[in-house]
C-alpha cells in the first residue's frame, strides 16, 4: 500500500519567483507561498500563518516564471518533501504538480 502524500495551499507570492536549470537539462522554479488565514480548532478560532518554498520542475516551469509576480494569488496542489540547505538544515517544501491563479 503506498502512503498518501497530497497538500494543497493557497497564498501570495512573497518573493520573485527564479527559474534555474538542473546539469541534466530540467527546468525548476522556486518561490515562496505566504498563507494566512483563521482556521477552527477545537470549537475556537486560530490564526493560521506558513512561509513554504515552493518548487516547480519540468517543462511547465519556464512558461510560470514569466507569470508569476511578488503579490500574485496562487494555489499549489503538489506533495511534500524535505530538503536540505547549504548548511544541513533541513526544510519542508512543496513540490507543485498544479498551480492555478486565484
Not at 495551499?9 to 522556486?30: D, E, M, Q
Request: aromatic share 6%; glycine share 8%.
Amino acid at each position: 500500500m503506498e502512503l498518501s502524500n497530497q497538500f494543497v495551499l493557497g497564498g501570495s507570492i512573497c518573493f520573485p519567483p527564479k527559474l534555474t536549470r538542473s546539469p541534466a537539462g530540467v527546468s525548476h522554479l522556486r518561490f515562496a507561498l505566504e498563507h494566512r488565514s483563521l482556521q477552527h480548532e477545537a470549537g475556537l478560532q486560530r490564526r493560521s500563518y506558513v512561509r513554504i518554498q515552493v518548487v516547480m520542475s519540468g517543462d511547465d516551469a519556464p512558461q510560470w516564471a514569466n507569470e508569476l509576480n511578488v503579490g500574485m494569488q496562487v494555489q499549489v496542489s503538489g506533495f511534500l518533501n524535505r530538503i536540505e540547505d547549504k548548511n544541513g538544515v533541513a526544510k519542508l517544501v512543496i513540490h507543485a504538480q498544479q498551480l492555478v491563479k486565484i
